[in-house]
């Protein structure tokens, strides 16, 4: 008696023998020869680890991401391809770029990212620097770092209810606009007054929910700089300010460079905060919230594909910053 | 500590303290008002509690009752549960599979499609919801659990697998010869090797993962509609700041559940979390 294996073996040999007789057969065995080395080998096994992200991060990230650009040269509608869908060439792009309101957001962007980055890496670094000289250095570092663990949902009710306004002669039940009065001043609208109050009333709500972030990673940054080296100078003779200027930033300016990357990458997206606070009434519209607006409101797919795409362009340099970085790090291991 | 010492240092402690207070102030006013009857939130601001803070009759749970109960918050809180938890847990498996593959084994395509990975974490989200939508809505999985818990996996994937293939490179490779000269298979050495090993790499992604999710509110918004049996606390509280904007008693007490087990796991598990950012960031 044959074993199972020997028979199936034997079985499989004769089929290969009847093949090789015609040369359609040889062919296909030249062709399927290789997937079974292939299997035999183990080839198959990084794969059976690596596949199924490979899989979820091409339906999901890749094959959208090249759709969406080609979506961005069709007309309003909300499907993705179709025959009534007409070609409209740059028409979506000609409103990216000339539109009022998204003149606007671009704006809002710009100084969101200048004035979002700058603080929370600016206090990020002064907090780091700070707090290692201070005893309570721990529970500081917790009250400041805990928006980081909440949603932008409920930092935008936080601030929602900082920023109330009430009419002058009833009493203010937010707390910026009763210091205001109680200094003797008219209560703001925050959330209202265009267009400059009431952005970086917003942006100030950005640099509180991240600053701990920023705080947490230079702050480890900061305790990696050998202390006899801060200690050297002080002895030589070097004020605070000049040991922070010519020791501590240099040292630093690496890992600020890339907390500062993070925190651009993440406010170009900025969403939750304007969809919940103005939802980007009174002009305070950001590319995020408008792509959304497009998507859902004017069920209009191409300009918000094309919208899409101009965050993605803006982030793209910062996308090739990255890669660079990880194969320098692949590079010097 | 000499007196001059102590004067010298006291521009450093302000500066410190008045940081703290412009971060405290703002979520204890949410959290004050929280429990404060709807009246007299609306008649005087939050402070005015502290001159009788002792007297009684100022604070009640009834806020939190009502929004719970009677706006279905409580709904949405077991929505977010089951939206977060099984979404962190796919991902982060998935994660440590892929993790482990690109980390020590070899194949053609390893680097190239690592760097696919590098790149796809900071893609916008907003360049992917158009072309999946419509596949979802014809599939039924809009508006499902598994259809958001798919995609909150592939969203996390990019960077779970970045920060735990990170952790289980630097794992020493002898472990590795023994375990191959003992005869195991790449899963067997994976699975009881280097899995245990990458537990504390696992729990930082995991809670990582976990907050990302549960504070989510866009990704929510586009693939779970506007269907209120499935909604999550954040697209709740949402739907609430548009249609009951200035009933702040709801509002703080619903932003105050959404907040509460994000802080939970913040104070218990911040050495994790704290890691986990550590390690996307600064990585080598």
Known sequence: ?333 | MKPRQLLARTPLHVTILVFAAIWLIPTAGLLITSIRSPSNIAATGWWTVFPKLFSGGQFSLENYAGVIFKEGLGRSFLNSLMISVPATAISTFVASFAAFGFAWMKFSGRKVLFMLLVGAMVVPLQMTFIPILPIYRKLGLSGTFPGIWLAHTAYGLPMATYLVQSFMSGIPKDLFDSAAIDGASPFRTFWSIVMPISIPALASVFIFQFLWIWNDLLVALIYLGGRPNVAPVTMHIANLVTNRGADWELLTAAAFVSMALPLVVFFSLQRYFVRGILAGSVKG
């Open chain 1, 1 to 333: 008696m044959l074993g199972v294996k020997a028979r199936r073996r034997r079985l499989s040999r004769r089929f290969a023998e009847t093949l090789e007789r015609s040369r359609m057969g040889r062919l296909l065995l030249r062709s399927v020869r290789p997937v079974g080395q292939w299997f035999r080998s183990g080839g198959w096994r990084p794969w059976s680890f690596v596949g199924p992200a490979l899989l979820l991060i091409g339906f999901f990230l890749v094959y959208p991401t090249i759709a969406t650009i080609i979506r961005s040269f069709f007309g309003r509608g909300a499907t993705l391809f179709g025959p009534n869908l007409e070609f409209v060439g740059l028409a979506n792009w000609k409103f990216v770029f000339t539109n009022s309101t998204m003149l606007m957001a671009l704006r809002n962007n710009a100084l969101w990212a200048v004035l979002f980055t700058t603080f929370t890496v600016g206090f990020g670094l002064a907090l780091a620097v700070l707090l290692d000289r201070v005893r309570y250095e721990r529970l500081i570092k917790s009250i400041i770092f805990v928006p980081a663990a909440i949603s932008g949902v409920g930092v935008g009710i936080i601030w929602k209810f900082v920023y109330a306004y009430k009419p002058a002669y009833i009493p203010q039940i937010g707390v910026l606009n009763a210091i205001v009065v109680a200094f003797g001043g008219q209560p703001v609208g925050w959330l209202i007054e265009r267009p400059w109050i009431n952005n970086f009333a917003l942006i100030v709500v950005g640099i509180w929910m991240w600053t701990g972030f920023c705080m947490v990673i230079l702050s480890a940054a900061y305790k990696n700089i050998p202390k006899q080296l801060l200690e050297a100078a002080r002895i030589d003779g070097a004020n605070e300010w000049r040991v922070f200027r010519r020791i501590i930033l240099p040292l630093m300016a690496p890992t600020a460079a890339v907390v500062g990357t993070t925190m651009v990458v993440m406010v170009l997206k900025i969403f939750d905060i304007i969809f919940v606070m103005t939802n980007g009434n009174y002009s305070t519209e950001v590319i995020a919230n408008r792509m959304y607006k497009e998507m859902f409101n004017f069920m209009n797919y191409g300009r918000a594909s094309a919208i899409a795409v101009v965050l993605l362009i803006l982030i793209v340099p910062f996308m090739i910053l990255n890669i660079r970085r990880f194969a320098a790090q692949e590079g010097g291991r």
